[in-house]
């Protein structure tokens, strides 16, 4: 099982997140929220208002997302999701954890909140230079008041 850090249309209620959940494609289970350690821009960008994080570390915000743990298969469709490498590229980022889900708990070994847990994030280095110049988020809704509604794939 690998840590997943999803900050855009995969959290819950959110456009995408229906995925999550499809154990066609794979397990992946909430394991609580978190918030990157170091600051990244988080943009909407394209005609499609899709959020893209850009790898500049030390830019932006701390974004804000869900920690989730999964398996082969789910990392391989969130792979090909992501359109990795070419759209995204999936890096190891350390993510601070703001709550943890079923404090407490028995078993696997749980991170408590203010605990630092490496995961796999999909952010871009390739990007257009003037997305830069786009306003920073630190959380995504893709109903949130920017305005910029998400255009579901099947849609375009």
């Not at 170091?38 to 701390?62: C, D, R, S």
């Not at 078993?107 to 390739?126: H, I, K, L, N, P």
């Amino acid at each position: 099982m690998a840590r997943v850090f999803v900050y855009g249309t995969l959290k819950k209620g959110q456009p995408n997140y229906k995925h999550m959940i499809n154990t066609a494609k794979g397990l992946a289970k909430f394991q609580g929220r978190g918030r990157t350690v170091e600051k990244y821009p988080l943009v909407i960008a394209g005609k499609y208002n899709i959020p893209y994080m850009l790898n500049i570390p030390g830019t932006g915000h701390q974004v804000a997302g869900e920690i989730y743990s999964v398996d082969d298969q789910m990392l391989q469709f969130l792979d090909e999701f992501e359109g990795c490498p070419d759209m995204y590229q999936r890096t190891l980022m350390r993510i601070e954890v703001v709550e943890w889900e079923g404090k407490g708990g028995v078993g696997e070994a749980r991170a408590t909140a203010e605990d630092v847990v490496e995961c796999f994030v999909y952010s871009t280095m390739t990007y257009p230079p003037e997305w830069v110049g786009l306003p920073y988020h630190d959380s995504y809704d893709s109903s949130g008041k920017h305005g910029l509604s998400y255009v579901l794939r099947e849609s375009r």
